[in-house]
């Protein structure tokens, strides 16, 4: 896998600082504050730590964590990547601004399978308004009066206009989507390692349902191109971060000599350096044998007592 990602590179945009903000009706988004200052980063440099810390923050959905625990972890997860991008990850294509409307194929946050543009970009600008007009397949974006954000569409120009449009500060992702992104993918992976952990345990019917449940793991992928640098290079075109880390993970659960494990004793998520490795850490297996030795003096003393 290695040898994959060591010549391509995808850039995504993170700000320094990410605030809570409630809408009207009660619903909490994430967003960048207004003095918060964006930078860009190479996400494939990054792409175990950010996967790890994806299954680490829905295994604490999954075991139901209060939300304000979840929601600084969240808060934490954008400072050091980004928001999502569920804006151009969930549509058909990122491209929805050269089109009449917005096509959805299923997923787990809007049941609509089309609808307006108008009315899906308030989906993620629910505060502030970007200065857009649309007309039929023709759109018109005007950011002049911010020179960060115009430097920063213009450093960009590669991407889709939604997806410089996601980068604004303006954008927000609601906490109750992002969240459950999280949970997927934990169970995603708690799934996959039960299956082999306990596969001689489980039954055909048990087995058939966590088979599928796999199945059901995907949908749109990144596009990619074939650059001709020094040699053929193969250069992944990232519309969203979501996507990034979908296929990122995708490529980690099959990866057989540096699998991702669960920790035996902080139960945390980590990629073992090989195959037999159980804990994170030295420290994680030194404390772990420690308790596992008191455990064993306290259940003798117990015995002859």
Not at 2 to 16: D, P
Not at 23 to 52: C, F, H, N, R, W
Not at 83 to 97: K, V
Not at 105 to 127: G, Q, V
Request: glycine letters at 4%; one cysteine or more; proline letters at 4%.
């Amino acid at each position: 896998m290695k040898n994959l990602f060591e010549r391509t590179s995808s850039n995504w945009v993170r700000y320094s600082e990410y605030e809570w903000r409630a809408a009207e009706d009660g619903t909490l988004y994430l967003m960048p504050t207004k003095t918060a200052q964006p930078s860009i980063y190479d996400l494939l440099a990054e792409y175990q730590k950010i996967v790890l810390d994806a299954i680490n923050i829905g295994r604490m959905g999954m075991s139901k964590k209060p939300d304000a625990e979840i929601q600084k972890a969240i808060q934490q997860f954008a400072v050091k990547y980004g928001l999502f991008g569920l804006m151009t990850a969930l549509p058909t294509t990122p491209n929805f601004m050269e089109y009449e409307a917005v096509y959805l194929p299923k997923n787990h946050f809007i049941k609509e399978e089309t609808m307006s543009t108008e009315k899906y970009l308030a989906l993620f600008f629910p505060f502030d308004k970007l200065d857009v007009i649309k007309r039929g397949i023709e759109s018109m974006w005007n950011i002049q009066n911010d020179r960060v954000m115009m430097a920063l569409a213009l450093t960009m120009t590669d991407k889709p206009m939604a997806v410089n449009m996601s980068f604004q500060r303006e954008y927000a992702e609601r906490y109750d989507w992002m969240k459950q992104q999280f949970i997927d993918w934990a169970f995603t992976y708690i799934n996959r390692f039960l299956y082999y952990e306990d596969y001689d345990t489980l039954n055909d019917e048990t087995q058939q349902m966590m088979q599928q449940s796999m199945v059901a793991f995907g949908g749109i992928a990144p596009t990619y191109h074939i650059a001709l640098l020094d040699k053929p290079t193969i250069v992944w075109d990232f519309h969203s971060l979501l996507l990034g880390i979908q296929m990122l993970f995708s490529f980690m659960l099959t990866d057989s000599e540096n699998p991702i494990k669960l920790c035996r004793h902080c139960t945390k998520a980590f990629v073992a350096s090989r195959p037999s490795a159980v804990f994170c850490s030295p420290q994680c297996k030194n404390k772990h044998n420690v308790y596992k030795s008191r455990t064993k003096k306290n259940k003798d003393g117990d015995k002859n007592a």
